[in-house]
């Protein structure tokens, strides 16, 4: 079983930054991590995914030269560092937890935190 919580989230100007971190327990560093992100209205969407010794990462088209994934599993902490907010990128963010191959889809993953909302202000 593992426990996930994210943090990191809030309102911030168009162009600026934030950081989101994802704290896990149990052998949460034997499991893929993923960014996921939904807005009102809209299906949950893929954002970034990382394999568990972080050597692999991945990202959509929207996130790519923007968002950077990466992990500290002495910390059990996956972050998720977002750069050029744009006001699209307002979602409320999840990050997930999977054993599984199929890290690009809601579908693939075993395990959800609570979530964390961005705002990005025009």
């Known amino acids: 079983q593992v426990q996930l919580v994210e943090s990191g989230g809030g309102l911030v100007q168009a162009g600026g930054s934030l950081r989101l971190s994802c704290a896990g327990s149990?052998?949460?560093?034997?499991?893929?991590t993923g960014w996921f992100r939904q807005a009102p209205g809209k299906e949950r969407e893929f954002v970034a995914a990382?394999?568990?010794?972080?050597?692999?990462?991945y990202y959509a088209d929207s996130a790519k030269g923007r968002f950077t994934i990466s992990r500290d599993n002495a910390k059990n902490t996956v972050y998720l560092q977002m750069n050029s907010l744009k006001p699209e990128d307002t979602a409320v963010y999840y990050c997930?937890?999977?054993?599984?191959?199929?890290?690009?889809?809601?579908?693939?993953?075993?395990?959800w935190g609570q979530g964390t909302q961005v705002t990005v202000s025009s």
């Open positions: 997930a937890a999977t054993y599984g191959r199929r890290w690009y889809t809601p579908r693939g993953y075993d395990y």
């Open positions: 149990g052998r949460f560093s034997n499991y893929v």
């Open positions: 990382i394999s568990w010794s972080g050597d692999s990462t």
